[in-house]
Nanobody
Framework: QVQLVESGGGSVQPGGSLRLSCAAS????????MNWYRQPPGKERELVAA?????????DSVKGRFTISKISTDNAKKTMYLQMNSLKPEDTAVYYC?????????WGQGTQVTVSS
C-alpha cells in the first residue's frame, strides 16, 4: 500500500518562504508524474507543479517563485519537495502531493499553508 505523508506547512508572512515535503513509502510501479496541488478556501483544487521524466511544469501564478524537486533514496522510498519563495496571501491553501502511476493515483492528506500579515 503506497502512502504519501506531507509536512512543512504553516503560517508565514507575505514575502516569506516555506518548504513542503512529501515522503512516499511503499513501491510504486510505473510513475508518470509527481505533483503538487492546492485548494484555496472556497475554490477547486488546482495543479501547482508537476515533475515528470524530462520535464517540470508550473502554474503561471507560481512560476519563478516555486520549485518542485525530488530525491529518490531507493526504490521503496521517495521524497519530493515544493520550495515556495516570495509567498503571497493568495497562496493560502491546503497543499496536496500526488503521484500518478500506471496503476495508481495516490494523494497525501494535505497540509495547510497560510500567508498573512
Amino acid at each position: 500500500q503506497v502512502q504519501l505523508v506531507e509536512s512543512g506547512g504553516g503560517s508565514v508572512q507575505p514575502g516569506g518562504s516555506l518548504r513542503l515535503s512529501c515522503a512516499a513509502s511503499g513501491s510504486i510501479f510505473g510513475i508518470n508524474s509527481m505533483n503538487w496541488y492546492r485548494q484555496p478556501p472556497g475554490k477547486e483544487r488546482e495543479l501547482v507543479a508537476a515533475l515528470g521524466t524530462g520535464y517540470t511544469n508550473y502554474a503561471d501564478s507560481v512560476k519563478g517563485r516555486f520549485t518542485i524537486s525530488k530525491i529518490s533514496t531507493d526504490n521503496a522510498k521517495k521524497t519530493m519537495y515544493l520550495q515556495m519563495n516570495s509567498l503571497k496571501p493568495e497562496d493560502t491553501a491546503v497543499y496536496y502531493c500526488n503521484v500518478r502511476a500506471i496503476f495508481d493515483n495516490v494523494w497525501g492528506q494535505g497540509t495547510q499553508v497560510t500567508v498573512s500579515s
